[in-house]
Each structure stands twice: as C-alpha cells, then as structure tokens.
C-alpha cells in the first residue's frame, strides 16, 4: 500500500477548514486540521508533514508567530510552509511572511487550481524524499547483515567475492526508478518553479546522486573504480 503524505491545514475558522479540505481532497492525500497555532505545533511532535497551509491572522498565537515555532526546530524546520492571508498589507506583509520560513504567500481569494497546483508539488517532493531515505535504510541494514554474515562465515567465500551482487543489483533498480520520477519532476519545474521549490528540488537531486555515487562504490564489477562504474540515470 502506497503510503500516504499527510498535509497541516491550519485556520482558526471551520469553514476555511472546509473550504482548503475541499480543494485539496483531490490529491487523495491525508488532511490534518489544526484550529490553533498551539494545536498545529502539538500536531507536528508527533507526526510529519509534507507541507503547512498557514492562516496569518489567527488569534493568540498568529500565523508568523506559529512558523517561527516550527522553524527552530530541528525535527520541522524543512517542512515547506505556504501563508494564506485574507488581507493584504502591501509589500512589508509579504516580506515578512517570506522572512518567517514561507515559501509562499498567497492572498484571499485564492485560484483552486493554482494552490492545488502548489501543493502537490511539495507533496511530489516530500515522497521522493521519503523514497530515498527508505532506498538508503534498506542498503544500510543489508550490508550491515552481508557484514555480520561475511564475519561468521569467517570472510568472502570462496571465489573471495561478498555476496552482495544480487542486492545491489536490486537497490540500483530502486533507486534508478527513484530518480527517474525525480527527473520527471524537474523537468516539471523548469521555469516554473520558485526559489524555494526549486532549491528544495535541487537538494534532492545531490542527495540522489550521493547515493548512486555510494552504491557504485560497492559494485564489486567496478572495484569502486570511479572510472569503471555506472554513470546516474540524472
């Protein structure tokens, strides 16, 4: 079963709970309501998000004060966070809304389409992330086992190859797949994307890249010869 992303609606009204919950269900992707700055940071200790769909004006704890919480903390400050405002105050507001952590600052009323639009990359960005750190566990654990297995077997065996070809041969086809979506999604970028996003893309392409630099490194049919290994699908 395909795991499914789980996206923070934050507003203090019901109704523009409602409304965001109606726009994005389309997605098919898991909407978490939080009525309150206090609530969302309490909703972000134990589960994580891919993206944060943040009123400013709320009462108490306002929208810039919520997303400067969720920025100091280690385990949320990478979660991308889209300001939703009813007001616009000028220039100053929306500064401050991208001084704050934003990546994006959206004013009422508000396209469907276009914030559908926004959301669903952040959550195309949020899964490959989550493949990639799932591709990077499963290659730890097996070659921790290929290791303890190697040393109560007292080494290789005995044509003094490991015997890890069949699983790398099987993480590189994961992986591969992982950066062929990735390709895709950049090339979806291109040009339109903003800083943010783009960036966010970026740094997923060096984390896919180390990755396939790493297994290379493993393959016992290029020694870790440099020269000798597989070029990434990127």
Known sequence: MVQKAKILLVDDRPENLLALEAILSALDQTL???????EALKALLTDDFAVILLDVQMPGMDGFETAAHIKRRERTRDIPIIFLTAINHGPHHTFRGYAAGA?????????PWVLRAKVSVFVDLYMKNVQLREQAALLRLQLEGGQAAEQQAGGP??????????????LSARLAAVEEQAEVL???LDGTADTATAA??????RKL?????????????TGGDPSQQVPSQN
Do not use: N
């Open 32 to 38: 978490v309501r939080a009525s309150s700055g206090e």
């Open 157 to 170: 065996d005995e044509e003094g190859e490991p015997e890890t070809p069949g699983l790398l041969v099987e």
């Open 209 to 221: 890249g180390g990755l396939r630099r790493a297994l290379d490194a493993l393959d016992p049919g």
């Open 103 to 111: 990546v994006d600052y959206i004013s009422k009323p508000f396209d």
């Open 200 to 205: 966010t893309a970026a740094h997923l392409e």
């Open 186 to 188: 950049t090339k979806q």
